[in-house]
């Protein structure tokens, strides 16, 4: 439950952004990238401790899509698995054109960015901290809003609570 509202937190929050202006050319933001997993061979209890984390970790993913999707709409968000990484990943029209003003200076924008990232932050912060109910203590979730004109780039990343990327630090917010 703690999930479904904190997701309808960060929806507001997008939509709040994605209304802070209109027509703009989106910011360009390059992808945060994952690293690969470890190469060293796996013994038979670590196999049978990865099937039981893959399991776990289905769930997991399960009910972080059914709260996201309850929030932003099916077409509006994915979760994933990559290597032992969550990866929760939402867009909203409107965002990347906003997150170009904000980068211009409008301070309309750059108000709601902030918003926008302190939720995506508490957000972040209760995904990560339900690994351990889920059984997944030495897994990770990083969660993204992506530029809603080009899914490939990310506007913000958090891993595990803590912030990762923000396409508008160079330009100081």
């Known amino acids: 439950m703690k999930k479904i509202k904190v997701a309808l937190l960060v929806v507001a929050c997008c939509y709040a952004f994605s209304a ?6 989106p910011a360009a933001s390059s992808q945060p990238s994952v690293s690969s997993p470890p190469s060293s061979m796996q013994s038979s209890s670590n196999d049978t401790k990865r ?25 509006n968000c994915s979760v994933k698995k990559v290597y032992d990484y969550i990866m929760i990943e939402m867009w909203m029209d409107g965002v990347a054109v906003n ?6 200076g409008n301070e309309t924008c750059l108000s ?20 351990t109910a889920y059984g997944l203590d030495d897994w990770h979730v990083t969660v993204s809003v992506l530029n809603d004109l080009d899914h490939s780039k990310a506007l913000l990343t958090y891993t595990d609570g ?4 923000d396409c508008l ?5």
Not at 99 to 104: I, L, M, P, R
Not at 112 to 131: E, F, H, P, R, V
């Open 20 to 25: 802070c202006g209109s027509s703009s050319t």
């Open 51 to 75: 099937k039981d984390d893959l399991e776990k970790a289905g769930n997991y993913i399960v009910d972080a899509k059914t709260a996201l999707s309850a929030s932003l709409g099916e077409d």
């Open 99 to 104: 997150v170009a003003k904000a980068s211009e």
């Open 112 to 131: 709601a960015w902030g918003t926008t990232k302190d939720s995506i932050q508490g957000m972040a912060q209760t995904y990560y901290d339900n690994l």
């Open 162 to 165: 803590e912030l990762t990327f």
């Open 169 to 173: 630090a160079s330009s100081g917010e």
